[in-house]
């Protein structure tokens, strides 16, 4: 029934994608039928909710109940909390917490869901379920934890780190926390962002013990339940934030007023804890972003599919054809690299614990490049995407409108371009992830048998190493940015030139071939490889 807004309606947005499943086949990993349920349902149920959400039924804030005390509700359509309910049924984060299946699950299951708002909620409550189960003690897992692993109703979370005078800068922090005679810490001080809050049942937290020390390495994390157990509110909602996206997700102010609270692991390891949490919810930011493009461009494709204009369809003109080719080329190789750092991070995540191995750090580095890449692809994508519908794609009558509002937060969430270039670097220079870095990527174009790609890659790895070198002499920081970039499209166009010499099929290389030359050797690309790139669009008919 809503086919007269997306085209997409009914396709299945994890079966029916066939990238996806070369991608995730090339990486070893097997789907199961829940994940199939869950792009049937994404692609009927979920994005209609979300459509009707964004335009009508915002989330809204009662302070306080008829009896005149205070409840820091949020209220939203019933349906709106089912969707979420129904999302969660698919095991996105159940089957994470209980072993059955990794945290590469979860990332997958981001990808298929995409919405920035309903994912969001999902992540926070994936973040606060994995704090928990990995740094709780076990009194307060045993109390808590089966609440998420709930089949009805399962427990919501979310993340309070943010304050208005620090943001990235974790160890800016001012909210305290003190641990009382009874052994238990309250938290003071006020959160500026915090998504999610009003449907969270529960929230990972940041604070400095008194007396605070300063920096980051004071800051520890905790676990607290939005109601204390007399049942009353344990912490403030000041108010929600007037967005301009995710609206699907209530994003809002918080006080804590002596805010009982669980510590999380040791004091001295609360900041690498943070940052663990945090990594989830990059991650998740890099494949719901890159979701958020492939379904705008799978409207595009559509779209050009039946519109004629000048006596033909859309896609019979080179020029849209190319566009489409080249962006669907940018989305295969940010998504391959973004799956490759899923992976990397879920196959470590569960073992280890601060201080952390040369592996975890690895996989940090390549978190930190598929956030900024994957971000910047999901903006152009969703807005060129946008362009090629002309002004219906510019209707917020329509939904092209919403992913690309919803895309312009994923390179701001978990930290900033310039923020994931420090950290990169950070681990780059100090972590020996640059040497590990030049070592596995070198492999790689070692073992290519293009010629020519393999010619382009050396000389772009040259080029990585001849900025690392300058970055040192220069200003790390100054050139930070410039050197994530590099290294994030070196990287993505080494996988997915392997990926697609692997394959074979020539649709495949050709795209491997045009993601080359527009995004690394700035070659111009002819008509035989648009050609041949088009063929690799049949699966979005």
């Known amino acids: 029934m809503f086919s007269y807004l997306w085209l997409s309606t009914g396709k299945n947005y994890y079966r029916g994608d066939k990238p996806l499943q070369l991608f995730l086949s090339y990486l070893n990993f097997v789907g199961d039928s829940d994940l199939d349920a869950l792009g049937g349902y994404v692609s009927t149920r979920m994005i209609e909710e979300a459509y009707y959400v964004d335009h009508y039924a915002r989330p809204v804030l009662k302070r306080w109940n008829v009896r005149g005390e205070e409840v820091n509700y949020v209220q939203v359509s019933p349906s709106h909390l089912q969707t979420i309910y129904d999302l969660l049924k698919f095991g996105v984060v159940s089957k994470t917490i209980t072993g059955e299946r990794d945290l590469f699950y979860h990332f997958v299951s981001g990808y298929v869901i995409?919405?920035?708002?309903?994912?969001?909620?999902?992540?926070?409550?994936?973040?606060?379920?994995?704090?928990?189960?990995?740094?709780?003690?076990?009194?307060?897992?045993a109390l808590y934890l089966p609440n998420f692993l709930k089949n009805e109703k399962p427990w919501l979370g979310a993340t309070f780190y943010t304050e208005v005078q620090a943001g990235s800068d974790l160890g800016g922090l001012e909210a305290v926390a003190d641990r009382g005679t009874d052994g238990i810490w309250r938290l003071r001080g006020i959160k500026?962002?915090?998504?999610?809050?009003?449907?969270?049942?529960?929230?990972?937290?940041?604070?400095?013990?008194?007396?605070?020390?300063?920096?980051?390495?004071?800051?520890?994390?905790?676990?607290?339940?939005?109601?204390?157990?007399?049942?009353?509110?344990?912490?403030?909602?000041?108010?929600?934030?007037?967005?301009?996206?995710?609206?699907?997700?209530?994003?809002?102010?918080?006080?804590?007023?002596?805010?009982?609270?669980?510590?999380?692991?040791?004091?001295?390891?609360?900041?690498?804890?943070?940052?663990?949490?945090?990594?989830?919810?990059?991650?998740?930011?890099?494949?719901?972003?890159?979701?958020l493009a492939r379904k705008a461009l799978w409207e595009a494709y559509l779209y050009g599919n039946e519109r004629r204009a000048f006596g033909k369809r859309l896609v019979e003109h080179p020029l849209y054809l190319r566009d489409l080719v080249e962006m669907e080329a940018k989305l295969q190789a940010n998504l391959l690299l973004t799956l490759v750092a899923a992976k990397a991070f879920s196959d470590v995540a569960w073992r280890e614990k601060p201080p952390y191995s040369q592996t975890y750090h690895y996989a940090r580095l390549l978190t930190h490049i598929v956030k900024n890449l994957a971000a910047w692809a999901s903006i152009d994508i969703t807005r060129y995407s946008m362009e090629l519908l002309g002004g219906i794609g510019f209707l917020e009558e329509f939904p092209l409108a919403k992913i690309h509002r919803d895309a312009l937060v994923t390179a701001i969430w978990e930290g900033t371009s310039n923020i994931q270039s420090l950290d990169m670097v950070e681990v780059f220079y100090r972590k020996n992830g640059g040497k590990a870095f030049i070592d596995e990527v070198s492999s790689r174009i070692n073992n290519l048998r293009d010629d020519e790609a393999r010619h382009i890659l050396f000389a772009t790895l040259d080029n990585v190493k001849d900025l690392s070198r300058r970055a040192l002499e220069d200003g790390v920081e100054l050139h930070s940015k410039k050197l994530l970039s590099a290294v994030g499209k070196t990287a993505a166009a080494t996988y997915y030139q392997e990926w697609a010499e692997e394959l074979g099929e020539g649709w495949a290389l050709a795209f491997s071939k045009i993601y080359l030359y527009t995004e690394i050797a700035g070659k111009e690309i002819d008509s035989n490889l648009v050609k041949k790139g088009a063929e690799g669009l049949y699966w979005m008919s």
């Open 114 to 141: 995409s919405d920035a708002g309903f994912f969001c909620t999902i992540t926070v409550t994936e973040q606060t379920a994995y704090g928990l189960a990995k740094y709780g003690n076990e009194e307060t897992k």
């Open 192 to 291: 500026y962002f915090t998504s999610n809050v009003g449907l969270a049942d529960a929230a990972i937290i940041t604070a400095k013990p008194t007396p605070p020390r300063p920096g980051a390495k004071g800051v520890a994390t905790f676990f607290a339940p939005a109601y204390r157990r007399d049942g009353s509110p344990n912490w403030m909602i000041l108010r929600l934030k007037d967005k301009l996206g995710t609206v699907t997700v209530p994003t809002g102010e918080v006080e804590l007023k002596d805010t009982e609270a669980v510590l999380l692991g040791s004091l001295d390891a609360g900041i690498y804890i943070a940052l663990e949490i945090l990594t989830i919810a990059r991650i998740d930011n890099s494949t719901a972003g890159l979701g």
